[in-house]
Structures are given as structure tokens and as C-alpha cells.
């Protein structure tokens, strides 16, 4: 049974700092590539980061490179995203998904195929 739940999300001020980890089970993330993605109210669901399991290739967003870092545990059953020096405009719910191997940089919602529930994080004055 495949599955993927994130946690850590909350409500933080500009400037600081939260770790989201999605936790995996009903796979190997070796064989797949984890991505996060953000969806903000009525906006369209984004690529954040994403990880690949079989070389741990990495891949940012724009928006957010230099501020996120995306890596797993040494048991490679949990993704971490690191959100450093938070914006308002990182304000959303955060998913992870997994896709089978390919381009990091590809994050097509239509190519992960399974989802978390995702969980909220606020950045606000």
C-alpha cells in the first residue's frame, strides 16, 4: 500500500524557519523521485523541489533556491524540505508526491501519481 504523509507545517513569521518531512511507506524510495509542491489559495498547484532516490539529484524552483533544501534520511523511508528565511509568498498547503525516475527539473503535476494530504504553512506578520 503506497502512501506518503507530511507533517510540519505551521505558522511562522518572515524570516524564519520550518522542516516539512514526508514520511513513505509501500515503497523504496530508491527506485522513485519525491517531489514537494505548493498550492496557495486558488492558485494552481507548483513544483517546489524534488529529489531523485537512485542519485539523489535535486532540483529548485526558481522562487526558492537558496532558501529550501530538499534531502532524505539514511533509512530512505522520509523527505525533508528544509524552509529557511521564509516569505509571505511561500504561504500554502505543501504536498509531497512520487513519479517514477526521471528529469528532476520535469514537475508536471500530471507525472506523480501518488499524494500526501498535505499540510499548511503560513508565513505572516
Known amino acids: 500500500q503506497v502512501q506518503l504523509v507530511e507533517s510540519g507545517g505551521g505558522s511562522v513569521q518572515p524570516g524564519e524557519s520550518l522542516r516539512l518531512s514526508c514520511t513513505v511507506s509501500g515503497f523504496t524510495l530508491n527506485y522513485y523521485t519525491i517531489g514537494w509542491f505548493r498550492q496557495a489559495s486558488y492558485n494552481a498547484r507548483e513544483g517546489v523541489a524534488s529529489i531523485r532516490g537512485n542519485d539523489d539529484k535535486t532540483f529548485y524552483a526558481d522562487s526558492v533556491k537558496g532558501r529550501f533544501t530538499i534531502s532524505r534520511n539514511g533509512d530512505k523511508n522520509t523527505v525533508y524540505l528544509q524552509m529557511n528565511n521564509l516569505k509571505p509568498e511561500d504561504t500554502a498547503v505543501y504536498f509531497c508526491?512520487?513519479?517514477?525516475?526521471?528529469?528532476?527539473?520535469?514537475?508536471?503535476?500530471?507525472?506523480?501519481?501518488?499524494w500526501g494530504e498535505g499540510t499548511q504553512v503560513t508565513v505572516s506578520s
Open positions: 508526491a512520487r513519479r517514477l525516475h526521471g528529469s528532476t527539473d520535469d514537475m508536471r503535476v500530471e507525472q506523480y501519481m501518488y
